[in-house]
Structure formats: C-alpha cells, structure tokens
C-alpha cells in the first residue's frame, strides 16, 4: 500500500480555496476537496504499522506549526497553491521527508496535460492567501486509490 503523511485544512480553509476556484475549468483535472493536504513526506509502498510505528516516535513532542496556503504555482502538469510556515519543513524531515531534495510543500489543486498547460489559473491565484491556521495533527494517509484515506493520525504538542 502506498503512505504519505501530511498536514489537512481546516473546513473553513478548504472553502476559502473552494471559493477561489469558483465552477473551476473543465480543461483541468480538479482535486476532490475531501483530499486536499499538504503532504510532509511520501513513502511509497510501505507497511501501516511500520509507517505508524515510525511516525509515533518521529513526532513525538514536536510542536504544532502555523500554515498559510498561497499563492498558487506549478509543476509539470500540475497546478497547486504553496504552503507556508515556520517549522514546515523541519516537521516534513522529522516525518521522513528527503533531504536530497528541497521541501515543497503545497497543496495540489489540479492536473492538466503538459502540452497544454494551466492556463490563466496561476495568474488568477497570484493573490490568493488563505487564513493561517495552526496545524496540529499529522496524518498517515494511504493512496490505494480515490479517494485518499486516513490510517492513523499523530498530535502535535508544544514540549
């Protein structure tokens, strides 16, 4: 089964996003809501209570961080808003995230043909910045398929 674990928005953040997106573009392949996150690190094919077991230990005592979603960027093929905040990526090493290569954290929106690019879609989200909110659980979701599922989750205690 393939893990990942990560941080999820607040509802109230979620339809802060949802409002910008409007009816969306039919061009794009849209990210359902319900699996919007920001991932902190991805593990492959990897056994749950391995993964559990790991996470446990790896986030214990480390503090909850503040994250703010904006403004939007892309990858090859892909549309996504950026996640800001202090201690973000230091939370994405202690969670396994790889140091050979930098931290991007963000939130995936939408996927489109690379031939075909985003479209006016980063342009129209340059502005976008979401209210912060303070992350305090991290979750080991599973991409078995769509939707993405939560098998455990970990809380963020200030020490």
């Known amino acids: ?21 409007g009816d969306g573009d039919p061009a794009l392949r849209w990210a359902e809501p319900a699996g919007w996150h920001v991932t902190l690190a991805f593990y492959g094919e990897a056994d749950i209570g391995e993964r559990t077991s ?3 230990t790896a986030l214990a005592g480390r503090p909850p961080v503040e994250v703010r979603l904006g403004p939007a960027g892309t990858f090859p093929g892909v549309l996504w808003l950026e996640a800001r905040g202090d201690g973000l990526a ?20 939408a996927r489109f043909p690379r031939e075909s690019g985003p479209g006016e879609w980063p342009r129209r989200l340059a ?15 599973a991409s078995d398929g769509r939707p993405y599922r939560e098998v455990a989750a970990f809380g963020l205690h200030r020490a």
């Open 1 to 21: 089964m393939r893990l990942f674990s990560a941080l999820r928005p607040p509802a109230d953040v979620a339809a802060e996003v949802a409002d910008a997106l």
């Open 54 to 56: 790991f996470l446990r």
């Open 127 to 141: 502005g976008f910045a979401g209210r912060a909110w303070t992350a305090g659980r991290v979750v080991l979701m």
């Open 90 to 109: 230091d939370l994405a090493h202690a969670a396994g995230a790889e140091s050979e290569r930098p931290y991007r954290p963000h939130l995936t929106l």
